[in-house]
Structure formats: structure tokens, C-alpha cells
């Protein structure tokens, strides 16, 4: 079982940027799918993206293409979600999750963070 860190959560003015950071334990990162959800008050938990285990393929949730990226750094166990043009509406608990190859696909994922606060103001 792998543990994973969020952080870089913070507050945000509409319109800025942050960028998050998960780190994981282990030797095996380099085997896992790696994905960002987000779960507003009162709403069910989203898709935010995934990237798989070489980095080469990545998928995002329709209302982030193109003003966020995911990216991975294997050799420092770390997958960042760089956020730019924020919307107050994307306030929320952001976490971090890892799970086998297939889920940068599947969108399903076996690991979790405990989860970041990102509050975005106008």
C-alpha cells in the first residue's frame, strides 16, 4: 500500500494560480497511474485528471482542459496539478490517488490522499 501527501493548498484570488504537489512513499511510483480529484461542499467527488505511469498519456475532466496540467517526476516520487485562470466555483478538497496502469483510462483509482484545500475568491 502506498501513502500519499498532498500539499500547496491554499488561497487563491479568481483568475490566479497555484500549483499542488503529492508525494509518495516507496520505490514502486514509477508503477502506478497517478490522479487529481476534487470534492466541493455538498457535491459528489470529480475528476480533475490522471496521467500514466511514464507520463506520456494524460486525460483531464472537461471544464479544466486547458488551464490545467498534471505532470510526474518518478525519480522524486512526486505528481504535481498546476492550476491556472482559477474560478471561485473550483473551490474544494483536491486529492491525490494512485492505482495500476489502467486507471489513467478506467478513472478508477485503489489509493488516496487526505486531501488539500483549495478555496478560489472573486
Known amino acids: 500500500q502506498v501513502q500519499l501527501v498532498e500539499s500547496g493548498g491554499g488561497l487563491a484570488q479568481a483568475g490566479g494560480s497555484l500549483r499542488l504537489s503529492c508525494a509518495a512513499s516507496?520505490?514502486?511510483?514509477?508503477?502506478?497511474?497517478m490522479g487529481w480529484f476534487r470534492q466541493a461542499p455538498g457535491k459528489e467527488r470529480e475528476f480533475v485528471a490522471a496521467?500514466?505511469?511514464?507520463?506520456?498519456?494524460?486525460d483531464y475532466g472537461d471544464s479544466v482542459k486547458g488551464r490545467f496540467t498534471i505532470s510526474r517526476d518518478n525519480a522524486k516520487n512526486t505528481v504535481y496539478l498546476q492550476m491556472n485562470s482559477l474560478k471561485p466555483e473550483e473551490t474544494a478538497v483536491y486529492f491525490c490517488?494512485?492505482?495500476?496502469?489502467?486507471?489513467?483510462?478506467?478513472?478508477?483509482?485503489?489509493?488516496w490522499g487526505q486531501g488539500t484545500q483549495v478555496t478560489v475568491s472573486s
Open positions: 496521467i500514466s505511469p511514464s507520463g506520456i498519456t494524460t
Open positions: 516507496g520505490r514502486t511510483f514509477s508503477d502506478y497511474a
Open positions: 490517488a494512485a492505482g495500476g496502469g489502467l486507471s489513467v483510462f478506467t478513472r478508477r483509482f485503489d489509493y
